[in-house]
């Protein structure tokens, strides 16, 4: 039995994090066995690449670069975390996936689409999102919720980018959800915590509820 796996995309400050925590204690509570993770990360190989390219360390070498350290820390943390949590049947919660690639290094850094669909297919080979929560922030806003987080640690190196990048972002992650209807969501995040929590909710149970008539039919 396949577990599911339920990836959270957006920009920054977008709640995506606060969400996944109150997501995963309320799944443990309905009886599901319950992993989250995050990307870059997760796995302990995974977490070693997190630095080095949240740090800019790998900004000099190009985009590609980038991309290809990005694409290595999912392949790790697929086959050390993802995987094995799937087959055994765990829901399984995770902060930043595929979608972060495309538009990250794709739509907003330039990166030719087909490399990155290739590393994508290769590395995520038996762990394809069930269900993506895309939330959907004006970008002013979400700068100034991820400011107070930067007090104690200050913008990443993709953080840095001014708002013009941060909007062609915000259109590359809604226009994935257009596209994909099957498996994303968009969830308006500009709301207050107890309606996106209602949203994020409402679209998860509707993907259990649709899961589960297709796996009596
Ligand atoms: N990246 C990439 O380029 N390519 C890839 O393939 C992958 C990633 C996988 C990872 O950043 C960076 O890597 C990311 C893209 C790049 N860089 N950027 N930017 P990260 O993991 O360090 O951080 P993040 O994913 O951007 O998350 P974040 O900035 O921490 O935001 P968040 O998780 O969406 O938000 P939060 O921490 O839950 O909330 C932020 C604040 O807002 C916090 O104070 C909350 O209490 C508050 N909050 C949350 N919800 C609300 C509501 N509804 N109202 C008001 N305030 C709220």
Request: proline share 3%; charged share 30%.
């Given at each position: 039995?396949?577990?599911?796996?339920?990836?959270?995309?957006?920009?920054e400050?977008?709640?995506?994090?606060?969400?996944i925590?109150?997501?995963?204690?309320?799944?443990?509570?309905?009886?599901?066995?319950?992993?989250?993770?995050?990307e870059?990360?997760?796995?302990?190989?995974?977490?070693?690449?997190?630095?080095?390219?949240?740090?800019?360390?790998?900004?000099?070498?190009?985009?590609?670069?980038?991309?290809?350290?990005?694409?290595?820390?999912?392949?790790?943390?697929?086959?050390?975390?993802?995987?094995?949590?799937?087959?055994?049947g765990?829901?399984?919660?995770?902060?930043?996936?595929?979608?972060?690639?495309?538009?990250?290094?794709?739509?907003?850094?330039?990166?030719?689409?087909?490399?990155?669909l290739?590393?994508?297919?290769?590395?995520?080979?038996?762990?394809?999102?069930?269900?993506?929560?895309?939330?959907?922030?004006?970008p002013?806003?979400?700068?100034?919720?991820?400011?107070?987080?930067?007090?104690?640690?200050?913008?990443?190196?993709?953080e840095?980018?001014?708002?013009?990048?941060?909007?062609?972002?915000?259109?590359?992650?809604?226009?994935?959800?257009?596209?994909?209807?099957?498996?994303?969501?968009?969830?308006d995040?500009?709301?207050?915590?107890?309606?996106?929590?209602?949203?994020?909710?409402?679209?998860?149970?509707?993907?259990?509820?649709?899961?589960?008539?297709?796996?009596?039919?």
């Open positions: 039995m396949r577990g599911h796996l339920i990836t959270f995309e957006g920009g400050g977008a709640g995506k994090s606060t969400q925590s109150r997501l995963a204690e309320r799944l443990e509570k309905d009886g599901h066995k319950t992993l989250v993770t995050r870059p990360g997760g796995s302990p190989g995974a977490e070693a690449l997190r630095h080095v390219v949240l740090s800019g360390a790998a900004e000099r070498f190009g985009v590609e670069m980038e991309a290809v350290l990005f694409a290595a820390a999912r392949s790790d943390n697929v086959e050390q975390v993802i995987k094995p949590a799937l087959e055994a765990k829901t399984v919660l995770c902060d930043r996936y595929i979608d972060s690639s495309r538009v990250y290094q794709g739509a907003s850094g330039g990166v030719d689409m087909v490399f990155l290739a590393m994508e297919q290769a590395v995520t080979e038996g762990a394809r999102p069930d269900l993506t929560l895309m939330f959907d922030l004006p002013e806003e979400g700068l100034k919720r991820a400011a107070k987080v930067w007090a104690d640690q200050g913008p990443d190196r993709f840095k980018e001014d708002l013009v990048e941060q909007q062609v972002r915000r259109d590359a992650f809604l226009e994935i959800a257009e596209l994909e209807p099957e498996r994303c969501v968009v969830i995040a500009s709301k207050n915590l107890e309606d996106v929590n209602k949203q994020v909710d409402a679209a998860v149970d509707a993907y259990f509820g649709k899961a589960r008539k297709k796996a009596l039919a």
